[in-house]
């Protein structure tokens, strides 16, 4: 992964958004940046500088980077497990939904008793 390529689509991408960064925090979103693949990094500052039209936030690509994934965000995810209750559905679910699913439903059931 490049640091400097991605502080340097950051710093456009923060400009083109009317955004203001310290060399601090260009650093701190870099370190989290460079944790995902580049690819993914570079199409998710696109995106910003084409969807934003407010400040630049970490938060703002990590949602970016996040639905490039091909995972469902966390309310589609909820959909899809709700409808696992229903013996009449078949449902197809990753994992991570399942498990976070099961969990959910150990505390509800917890609660219950």
């Known amino acids: 992964m490049s640091a400097p390529q991605i502080l340097e689509a950051?710093?456009?991408?923060?400009?083109?958004?009317?955004?203001?960064?310290s060399?601090?925090?260009?650093?701190a979103i870099v370190e989290?940046?460079?944790?995902?693949p580049l690819g993914a990094v570079m199409s998710a500052l696109d995106r910003c500088r084409r969807d934003l039209s407010g400040r630049?936030?970490?938060?703002?690509?990590?949602?970016?980077?996040?639905?490039?994934d091909g995972r469902p965000g966390p309310d589609e995810a909820w959909a899809t497990a709700l409808e696992?209750?229903?013996e009449n559905e078949t449902v197809?679910?990753?994992?991570?939904?399942r498990?976070?699913?099961s969990g959910s439903l150990q505390k509800t059931e917890n609660k219950a008793r």
């Open 10 to 21: 950051l710093t456009v991408t923060a400009e083109l958004t009317g955004t203001l960064l």
């Open 92 to 97: 197809v679910w990753s994992t991570e939904m």
């Open 32 to 36: 989290v940046l460079l944790k995902h």
């Open 23 to 27: 060399e601090h925090a260009k650093a």
């Open 84 to 86: 696992a209750n229903d």
């Open 99 to 101: 498990d976070a699913f």
């Open 56 to 68: 630049l936030t970490l938060a703002a690509i990590l949602e970016r980077l996040e639905s490039a």
